[in-house]
């Protein structure tokens, strides 16, 4: 009888949870949670989101980090590899629960890319950032050093680590870095 009613209450909570807007989760998550916050650094725009809860991506967080996330020139949105944002709660995890990441940049158009790779020879041509795998960023009161250091030891894909513009560049492909 106990097992039954403990279930029964733990299938109100989580049926009360997820009947939240996404951002309205984000401040009830639970360990088996996971929620990002967000500050785009060209748009000003802050995200607070629980992404991903009972082993499954949350469609309207992902949509809402594809806003995010996009191509703030041209304002283009794309799907943001959802591994990706994985990869990035684990990094900012290892710095403590409540960390505002700045984004540098996420979703690249085509012809974004091309633009920047014109002007910088840091810019690669075949970017990931053209497909949603990529992201830079920083965390604010985290040491750069250690950001990069956390990334690499993850072994998700590529990090780059650029200190003169003080971002640490990761992404969902091969694992990579420079």
Known sequence: MNNRRSFLTKSVAVASALSMPALARAAVAAPHERSLRFYNT??????RTLFWAEGQFIPEALQDINKLLRDHRSNTIATIDPALMLLVNKVSAQF?????IHIISGY????????LAAASGGVARHSMHLEGKAIDLRIPG??????????????GGGVGYYHNSQFVHMDTGRVRHW
């Open 42 to 47: 060209h748009t000003g725009e802050t995200l």
């Open 96 to 100: 403590g629960t409540n960390n505002v």
């Open 108 to 115: 690249r158009s085509p012809e974004t890319n091309e633009k």
């Open 142 to 155: 985290v040491d750069l050093r250690n950001v990069h250091k956390a990334a690499l030891a993850l072994k």
